[in-house]
Each structure stands twice: as structure tokens, then as C-alpha cells.
């Protein structure tokens, strides 16, 4: 994965008429989070292992949702590249929750069918749902190949790119080539769970 180059340093001025007065309130709704009291501090940022990655970084998005900028937020590379792992939750002295907040953000853009900021890895997303319906665990291997066909085509970049490592993590039983499930029942309750979310339909 690239550096990427920070968005907030664009020329491109922000429009007032872009701003949409209810989105902090929608959030602040969902996520349990009132992101008014953010202090635009850089702590979560300065934390995050994905900041060099991402467009805005977790800050800038909260700012984004401040400022109402729906849109921008929304498209963002950060909410994809975002790993969930809290540190930003752990670390910032106001206490906002920013990995629900970035749940939230995710599920809105899908459900709203804006393009995702980062292609390759809500395919990775998609993969890993489709994955985990079939089985009720995600197959890694299987996870893997729907990926690759997915972002690569059936081209043999796709299937040899990994090959050596992939060879080796069968060898240590990293990998299994065939899927281990759960009950039919939990199999049915794990696909009315994902089916619910707006992945589905995108
Ligand atoms: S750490 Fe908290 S208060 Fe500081 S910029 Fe991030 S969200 Fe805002
Ligand atoms: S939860 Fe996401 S935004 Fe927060 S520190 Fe982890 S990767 Fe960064």
C-alpha cells in the first residue's frame, strides 16, 4: 500500500453549500458520539498505525463530519483503511468512540451507493462476508482466491503473485485447503446477521 498524500492540504476550498447541517447529529445518533467536543487535537492520528495510508486520517474525518461534509467523509480512503483497532479510542482525551464512528461511516456509504474510497479493500470486505455466509467462518483460502479474481482477473499474476508464501503457510498450518463450517443453525443465524447489513446490495 501507498503513502497516500493528505487531502487537507489540497488547494480545493471547502463549500458552505456542500454542508449538510444534520450529518454530526446523525453520528453523534448512532455512534454515541458527540463529535462537537473533538478538540482537533491530532492525538488519534498521531496514534493510528494507517495514518501515512489515509487520505484525511482519523481527525480529519472527524473534522469532515463537524464541518458536514457527508460527501467527503464518506468517500474517504480512511474509513476503509481504517483497521478498527481502537488505539485512537485509547487515546483520545475526549473520549469519542472514532472506530464506531468509521463502522457508521462505512454502512452509510454503502447503503447510500457512493464509490468507496479504497476499492481493493471493500473487496476484501465483500469477500470475506461472502466467505463467512457459505461457512459461518471466514476460509482463508477460499477468501483469498475470491479476492484475487476479484481485483487481479483470472491472469496469472493472480495466482502465482503469492504462491511461495502461500506454499509456506500451508506447511505451517496456517492455511487449510478445505473449509472447516459451524451447525447448519449457526450457518443460517451468521447469514440473517450479514444479510441485514447494506453490503449486500452494493
Ligand atoms: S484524539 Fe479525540 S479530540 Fe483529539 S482530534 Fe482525535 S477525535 Fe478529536
Ligand atoms: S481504529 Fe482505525 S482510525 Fe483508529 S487507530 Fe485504529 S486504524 Fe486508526
Redesign the pocket.
Known amino acids: 500500500m501507498e503513502r497516500e498524500p493528505k487531502k487537507f492540504s489540497s488547494p480545493e476550498p471547502i463549500k458552505v453549500s456542500d454542508s449538510d447541517p444534520h450529518f454530526s447529529k446523525e453520528v453523534a445518533k448512532v455512534a454515541g458520539t458527540d463529535l462537537n467536543a473533538c478538540l482537533t487535537c491530532m492525538s ?2 498521531g ?5 501515512q495510508y ?1 487520505d484525511y ?2 481527525h480529519g ?1 472527524m473534522r469532515l463530519i463537524v464541518l458536514g461534509l457527508k460527501k467527503e467523509a464518506l468517500t474517504s480512503n ?1 474509513i476503509w ?9 485509547a ?1 483520545c482525551p475526549m473520549a469519542i468512540n ?2 464506531s464512528v ?1 463502522d457508521y461511516l462505512r454502512q452509510e456509504c454503502l447503503t447510500e451507493k457512493l464509490p468507496v474510497g479504497d476499492k481493493p479493500l471493500w473487496e476484501f470486505h465483500r469477500c470475506m462476508m461472502n466467505t463467512a455466509r457459505r461457512h459461518g467462518r471466514v476460509h482463508k483460502v477460499e477468501l483469498m482466491t475470491e479476492h484475487k479474481i476479484r481485483t487481479m482477473g483470472l491472469g496469472p499474476k493472480a495466482w502465482f503473485q503469492d504462491a511461495i508464501i502461500g506454499q509456506k503457510m500451508i506447511l505451517m498450518g496456517k492455511l487449510h485447503v478445505m473449509p472447516s463450517r459451524i451447525m447448519s443453525t449457526g450457518r443460517a443465524q451468521v447469514r440473517k446477521i450479514l444479510d441485514a447489513g447494506p453490503w449486500k446490495n452494493y
Open positions: 488519534c492520528s496514534g493510528c498505525p494507517m495514518y489515509m486520517g482519523p474525518v480512511t483503511r481504517c483497521l478498527g483497532c481502537h488505539t485512537c479510542a487515546v472514532i472506530a468509521m
